[in-house]
């Protein structure tokens, strides 16, 4: 195989005069100067003309989505480290740049060993030369042939403010593959923007522009900053080898429950932060170290900390297919949120359901039964919901008492809130 | 319809489905935060051996068709608003043919909806995300036994087929806790992605079963190119040339013929009502057959698994019944319809509800009730 990155690079699919070609060209040099084999390149483009090129390379090509190339760009150089021997380069021209400017922002934050070349020649070519957002102030395009614009961005600034380790422009003219080269060598993320005048579009709307008066007029100025390089990769992560299933989740059924009818529904409605998911779970357990069957389905608002929280447990001696709620049989309301959850239930409960909600709501309109107990106040706030299924289990005795006692003491709780906190008064 | 459990553990389908993911070959997790998926992204963050944090979800598939050039299975969990934006990605990766599991966990809609509520509002997205009609194999979990063997079914169908996989599951499914009986998880077989072997390698030149031979981009014995524009077998863009015509055709080929059919039919004698259910409504589903055969009542019932290429033998199945209820859990029948057409058929009945899970009593009555 002939070690050259371009198959011919005399011959290449650009139109005439076209900056792309001397990128082409100069990163050919580059590479060859520092030794790469073609297929230890991996040549990642973008859409639009500089995309192209493609076809015309002997390495490794991956040409994806406009604007996103960076980005897959970016999953390959991550999966490869620093370590790798190969070498990740994006083409890609200022239309991809502006779409996709995040990807290069997140790249340059991240430092992954890649090299970005963003062909600026200041406008859209395969589309017709509308501006992107790095067409500078008096440059003039065909959808915009009076240009007067915000400004143009400058991704040099950006990715180095991003955190890039090495950040250049080059006028895309003689020969810059020393600077190519640099920008390729340096162990880390790296940007090189090339300016350009597209032949089709660019010259036609600023008829005797030069590339270097525009560079000096607009600012856009040859530049180049290098950090010291980040040599080591980010270190692996070690415990993903620990199964997620493991004897640990087993529940022991050392207990013997009391239910007299194959499923029991209960209802928790609380106040987020006073930890009803937490309660309801614990319920769920308690019911297997009686040899039931548990499920557990909570529902709150998108909120994390405000707003109501609510959990519908049920206990079967049987398979438990649908998880979802029907009449519970028991409410445990320990909050006004919860309570203004639970009111549909509340109307439609039937005088066998059982109610207990903290003595400091009012009383709704039911015909279950109602016991008011005070789950707030006995423990603080943030234990009412547990309080509330200590109080279940002496209401209900449905479930061995001491199996609540054990399983709390193993539970984290128990070393910040004491078990003797939740025993009747 | 009690079971003897030996080893029960109070567990969520979350976790079943990461471990099952791993277990079978998937090594990295790209992930962003979103409800309901963030369970899937918190068990992600102990146990893939890679965890990359993306910061979109655009970028996510980017990074995941990173990831999988160098040979490697990402998987990703989403909901909606997310997948959205992974659309043209996942077009992109389905043109490259690259394995990647992505796990849809549906919330309701439209757009943000509500975050926390479950839905199965997203099947006819999963349809149409391909442009042109290509199709994605989409595996559906109907329950924790589902979670375990359609995760690994997931990982090793995208490796296998090379291409993106949809894990459709929703909120309920993945965050309930039940107990469940660990002794039921069988082993997992862990598929590694096989180079090419040879000589004259062309990366889209497919064999018999309709794929390509893959080969990483970190290795420097032949050439590769990935590409999502048309390309022809060299993996070279091309206009419409009939080869590259034949490799986009072949992309359909692909997953119509190898996504493998799996169903649950629980046939009974004498039945002439036939229950189809998937997803989480699947659970109601297999209750109100329990219920309904403990007062007589016949049925039939048909899980749903495989949804997409959406197969032929689930129309097949249901021609043999008099009558036909579709349960699921969003406005108007999405599945239903792409099943048996979007006009009225006095055979098949919709059981439809929205914002909350289809009861076992509302497929009960659709069952027993005259017309």
């Not at chain 1, 040899?291 to 206990?315: D, M, N, R, W």
């Not at chain 1, 234990?383 to 539970?411: C, H, K, P, T």
């Not at chain 2, 986009?248 to 649950?264: A, C, I, P, Q, S």
Request: charged fraction near 20%; glycine fraction near 8%; hydrophobic fraction near 40%.
């Amino acid at each position: 195989m002939d070690n050259t990155f371009l198959i011919d690079s005399r011959d290449l699919p650009f139109c005439k005069g076209c900056g792309h070609s001397s990128v082409a060209q100069m990163t050919e040099k580059a590479l060859a100067k520092l030794g790469y084999h073609p297929l230890d390149v991996i040549m990642v483009t973008d859409i639009g003309c500089h995309g192209i090129i493609d076809k015309s390379l002997r390495t490794h090509t991956v040409h994806g989505l406009h604007g996103r190339s960076v980005a897959i760009a970016g999953g390959i150089a991550h999966g490869l480290g620093k370590k790798s021997g190969k070498k990740v380069i994006v083409f890609l021209g200022d239309g991809g740049a502006t779409i996709g400017l995040q990807h290069i922002l997140i790249a340059a934050h991240h430092n992954f060993p890649m090299t970005v070349v963003v062909h600026n020649n200041m406008l859209y070519g395969m589309t017709g030369g509308q501006p992107s957002e790095y067409t500078p102030d008096g440059f003039n395009t065909p959808t915009a042939p009076n240009r007067s614009s915000a400004g143009s961005l400058d991704i040099v600034q950006l990715a180095e403010a991003a955190g890039a380790g090495y950040v250049s422009r080059v006028a895309g003219i003689g020969d810059f593959s020393a600077e190519m080269a640099e920008a390729i060598a340096y162990e880390g993320f790296s940007l090189v923007e090339v300016m350009e005048i597209c032949p089709s579009y660019g010259v036609k709307s600023n008829p005797g522009m030069k590339l270097r008066q525009l560079m000096d007029e607009t600012g856009y100025l040859a530049t180049k900053k290098v950090k010291t390089p980040i040599h080591a990769d980010h270190p692996a992560y070690e415990g993903y080898n620990q199964s997620l299933i493991s004897d640990k989740l087993l529940v022991e059924q050392l207990f013997t429950h009391r239910m007299t009818k194959p499923t029991v529904r209960i209802l928790l409605a609380g106040s987020a932060g006073e930890g009803t998911q937490s309660a309801a779970e614990f319920l769920a357990r308690v019911a297997m170290c009686n040899g039931l069957q548990a499920s557990k389905k909570g529902h709150y608002p998108v909120t994390v900390g405000v707003g109501f929280s609510a959990a519908e447990v049920i206990l079967s001696t049987g398979t438990i297919y649908y998880s979802g709620g029907t009449k519970p049989d028991f409410m445990l309301i320990t909050s006004a949120d919860g309570l203004d959850y639970a009111r549909p239930h509340l109307a439609q409960a039937e005088s066998s359901a059982t109610v207990l909600i903290d003595e400091s709501l009012p009383l709704p309109e039911t015909k279950a039964k109602l016991i008011q107990l005070p789950l707030r106040a006995a423990a603080g706030v943030r234990n009412a919901a547990m309080m509330s299924i200590f109080r279940w289990a002496d209401v209900s005795q449905l479930l061995d008492s001491q199996s609540f006692i054990d399983e709390y003491q193993r539970g984290k709780l128990a070393a910040k809130v004491p078990v003797e906190t939740f025993s009747a008064k | 319809m009690t079971e003897t459990i030996t080893k029960p553990a109070l567990i969520d389908g979350s976790r079943l489905i990461t471990e099952a993911c791993v277990q079978a070959g998937a090594s990295v997790f790209v992930g962003y935060p979103i409800t309901p998926a963030n369970l899937l992204y918190s068990y992600a963050n102990r146990r893939y051996q890679v965890m990359m944090a993306a910061p979109d979800e655009i970028t996510t598939l980017q990074w995941m068709s990173g990831y999988a050039a160098l040979g490697k299975i990402p998987v990703t969990a989403t909901s909606f608003p997310g997948y959205a934006l992974m659309v043209e990605s996942i077009n992109m990766a389905q043109m490259m043919e690259l394995p990647m599991v992505i796990i849809l966990v549906q919330r309701l809609g439209p757009a943000t909806g509500t975050a926390t509520a479950g839905a199965n509002g997203d099947l006819n997205v999963i349809h149409g995300t391909i442009s042109g009609g290509f199709q994605l194999p989409t595996f559906c979990i109907s329950n924790f036994d589902d979670c375990w063997r359609l995760s690994a079914k997931a990982v090793h169908t995208a490796a296998r087929l090379r291409t993106p996989v949809v894990l459709l599951t929703s909120k309920e499914m993945v965050m309930t806790q039940m107990s469940y009986d660990l002794s039921r998880l069988e082993d997992i077989e862990k598929v590694e992605i096989k180079g090419f072997e040879g000589e004259n390698y062309l990366p889209y030149q497919a064999n018999g079963s309709h794929v390509p031979a893959f080969l990483p981009v970190n290795q420097k014995l032949h050439q590769v190119r990935l590409t999502a524009s048309t390309h022809n077998k060299a993996g070279i863009l091309q206009n419409t040339t009939p080869e590259a015509l034949d490799n986009t055709r072949r992309l359909k080929t692909k997953v119509d013929t190898g996504t493998e059919v799996v169903f649950d039919y629980d046939k009974q004698e004498g039945a002439d009502a036939l229950v189809i259910a998937f997803d989480i409504t699947a659970q109601a589903a297999r209750e109100a057959i329990v219920r309904m055969r403990e007062k007589g009542t016949k049925a039939a019932l048909l899980v749903l698994k495989t949804l997409f290429p959406i197969p032929e033998k689930y129309v097949q199945l249901a021609s043999g019944y008099g009558k036909v209820v579709v349960a699921e859990e969003n406005l108007d029948g999405q599945y239903r319809r792409l099943l048996f057409g979007p006009y009225h058929d006095h055979r098949i009945k919709g059981v439809n509800v929205m914002g909350r899970m289809v009861k076992p009593e509302e497929i009960m009555e659709a069952v027993e009730s005259n017309g």
